[in-house]
């Protein structure tokens, strides 16, 4: 099966873009929120293979000092979800994407998990005494999310909205996030990224973590594969990017030769509590 077979699959639904002059099916657009947000269930074992985990202090700061069940909301492959049972808690894993959450329960059978949507919890009304969000708020209903969890937040409990963003003030990084954001009309900044929550939370807080992830420099390519925009963009396009990315490692004096380096990171997690 082709890769613009298997994606038209996953995001069946999303409105369409052009139409394939040969199959005459919806062609993805790389450009349309739904079918962005559907384009992960196409790269789940990417994700997981590639995708950097969450910084310790950041996963403290989000789980307030004695939380005891902890919905991961958006699990993905379970990422964030490892580094809470880690920790002993109580959790549950709700994440929209079939194979994203086979993943998880392969990697965490523990874990009770639920297929369903930020917008629709399928847990009982003040039922978690804190849910966390890794890098997923973006692609919420914002006040349909907003609703459902503080629906099933405890009165007093936490919802943590954590966010990865490469440290740009290196060269070779700043590079690198300007490949993989070339044409991309979808990615939020920095200052969208901070949830708007309504009256029924207290007061947004936010904090930041800088730290860096050893990764192969042949690792930077699959990253950039297992990001939205590139699983949705036509197959040329997406090679051409790829092939910056992979020139960018060979060329760049701080990657040139190098098997491992440092990814800095800025992890930016936002705390509210449910009043």
């Not at 900044?189 to 192969?216: C, H, M």
Request: hydrophobic residues 45%; proline residues 7%.
């Amino acid at each position: 099966m082709s890769y613009v077979t298997s994606l038209r699959g996953v995001c069946a639904g999303a409105p369409a873009g052009k139409i394939d002059a040969v199959t005459h099916a919806p062609v993805p657009n790389p450009h349309d929120h739904a079918t962005r947000a559907a384009s992960f269930s196409l790269g789940a074992d990417l994700y997981a293979a590639v995708r950097p985990n969450y910084p310790a202090a950041a996963v403290d700061y989000l789980v307030p000092t004695g939380a005891r069940r902890v919905l991961d909301l958006a699990a993905g492959t379970g990422k964030l979800t490892a580094s809470l049972v880690a920790r002993g808690l109580d959790v549950v894993a709700v994440e929209p994407s079939e194979p994203m959450l086979s993943r998880l329960t392969d990697a965490l059978p523990g874990v009770e998990a639920h297929l369903a949507a930020a917008e629709a919890i399928p847990l009982d009304d003040a039922s978690v005494d804190a849910v966390v969000v890794g890098q997923a708020w973006h692609w919420f209903d914002e006040a349909a999310a907003a609703t459902q969890i503080a629906r099933v937040l405890r009165p007093g409990g936490t919802l943590g909205v954590v966010w990865n963003d490469r440290d740009d003030t290196r060269d070779w990084v700043a590079r690198f996030g300007q490949i993989l954001h070339r044409g991309d009309r979808l990615e939020p900044t920095p200052e969208q990224r901070a949830p708007v929550l309504g009256a029924t939370f207290g007061p947004l807080e936010r904090r930041t973590f800088a730290w860096s992830d050893d990764v192969a420099t042949a690792s930077l390519r699959p990253l950039a594969a297992s990001r939205s925009y590139l699983l949705t963009l036509p197959e040329a396009e997406r090679d051409a990017l790829l092939a910056a990315v992979d020139d960018l490692v060979a060329t760049h004096p701080d990657l040139a030769g190098r098997e491992t380096v440092a990814l800095p990171y800025v992890t930016s997690a936002y705390v509210a509590r449910r009043r």
